[in-house]
């Protein structure tokens, strides 16, 4: 704050996108109170505007600082603290293509109203506060639009899909035609099924939060210029994105890689927490497999030890089946081990547990 200086991030190589950057960011500070700058990798590649707007507000929040500083007579207390999710939202997410600003709190608008007023004056009349009867979330169908970007499946409007799966190491998209058959020919159908699911990618990308390695799986398409096409609409689509993202071109296999950088977990990560019946497989074993394991258990154990009687307490899907298809394999494994087997289901089993008790 109290230094002329502007520098810019080592990460950022490019010569001339440095050399833009400390421009910019220097025109900045001159028209406005004096301050020094650290320009960090994030800002690569971002619009005069946005950077001018950022300068300007960290200004206004370092003169609110020394005003608080100067006012300050009460001692030891506190004097800036990060900003609450609605107002970083207002700062993150507002500009000028938002038209209003609709909050159902009244509290809430009042600090929203206050931060705008102060550090964001081109907002001033884009808040509005909701009264309305219906809850805010429904009028605007948001908790419907939540539940959607927590499916794998993602329906295009032409009928096909996107299937979003997300590992540790990367997230993958698939885009099927489903459906959709086209008026034409195959080609064209692949061709404007691939181009529908660019603008459904981008966008799912930005309401999932999903970041890192990303691999999207295209349907082939033998015509390299609806190739080239097909990537130009992505790169578009991203545009709007606040985080950085980088293309690669439409691979042999027709793979495009790409790359959104972090920011913060994703919209699954933070609303959902690991199945505890298949701890993130996915799947979980068939009550026919859970069977046969049941069936070797319990040779080990009439093997291991001399009894009479042995109860399997499992869930009710296993002991249903050994009760009813497999009661014949049951019968012929009490000869085979000259003792008999009794079942009892356990409700609080999941269906891969089970457990032999000797009678």
Same mark, same amino acid.
């Given at each position: 704050p109290n230094s002329t200086h502007v520098g810019v991030s080592q990460r950022i190589e490019?010569?001339?996108?440095?050399?833009?950057? !400390? =421009?910019?960011?220097? $025109?900045?500070?001159d028209l406005h109170l004096p301050g020094g700058f650290i320009v960090r990798t994030v800002a690569e590649g971002i619009s005069d505007a946005a950077l001018e707007k950022d300068v300007l507000f960290l200004r206004r929040l370092w003169a609110e600082f020394e005003q608080r500083m100067r006012d300050n007579s009460a001692g030891i207390q506190l004097l800036h603290e990060d900003l609450s999710l609605p107002l970083r939202t207002v700062r993150d997410l507002a500009n000028e293509e938002v038209e209003r600003i609709r909050i159902d709190s009244r509290t809430v608008y009042d600090q929203v109203q206050h931060f705008v007023e102060k550090f964001i004056p081109e907002l001033t009349g884009h808040v509005d506060l909701y009264t309305g009867e219906p809850p805010i979330f429904d009028i605007y169908a948001i908790e419907e639009e939540i539940q959607k970007a927590l499916k794998r499946k993602v329906v295009l409007k032409s009928g096909g899909y996107l299937i979003i799966d997300q590992t540790e190491a990367m997230t993958t998209i698939d885009v099927n035609t489903g459906g959709f058959v086209g008026h034409r020919n195959l080609e064209e159908t692949i061709f404007k099924t691939n181009l529908e699911a660019t603008q459904a990618i981008a966008r799912q990308l930005r309401l999932r939060n999903l970041g890192g390695i990303i691999i999207i799986d295209l349907i082939d398409m033998a015509d390299e210029e609806h190739q080239r096409m097909v990537e130009r609409s992505l790169e578009r689509a991203l545009e709007r994105d606040h985080a950085k993202t980088q293309i690669c071109r439409v691979s042999q296999l027709g793979l495009i890689q790409m790359t959104r950088k972090r920011t913060r977990e994703s919209l699954e990560h933070i609303l959902c927490e690991t199945c505890p019946t298949c701890n993130g497989r996915g799947t979980v074993k068939s009550p026919e497999t859970v069977c046969f394991e049941i069936y070797r258990?319990?040779? $080990?154990? #009439? !093997? #291991?030890?001399?009894?009479?009687?042995? @109860?399997?307490? #499992?869930?009710?899907?296993?002991?249903?089946?050994? @009760?009813? =298809?497999?009661?014949?394999?049951? #019968?012929?494994?009490? =000869?085979? @081990?000259?003792?008999?087997?009794?079942?009892?289901? =356990?409700? @609080?089993?999941?269906?891969?547990?089970?457990?032999?008790?000797?009678?």
């Open positions: 490019a010569s001339e996108e440095r050399q833009r950057l !400390r =421009e910019v960011v220097s $025109r900045c500070s258990e319990l040779v $080990r154990e #009439a !093997r #291991a030890f001399a009894s009479e009687q042995m @109860l399997v307490l #499992a869930a009710a899907q296993v002991v249903d089946l050994m @009760l009813d =298809e497999q009661s014949t394999a049951v #019968a012929e494994l009490e =000869e085979f @081990l000259g003792c008999s087997i009794r079942f009892q289901v =356990e409700s @609080l089993y999941t269906q891969e547990q089970f457990d032999i008790v000797l009678m």
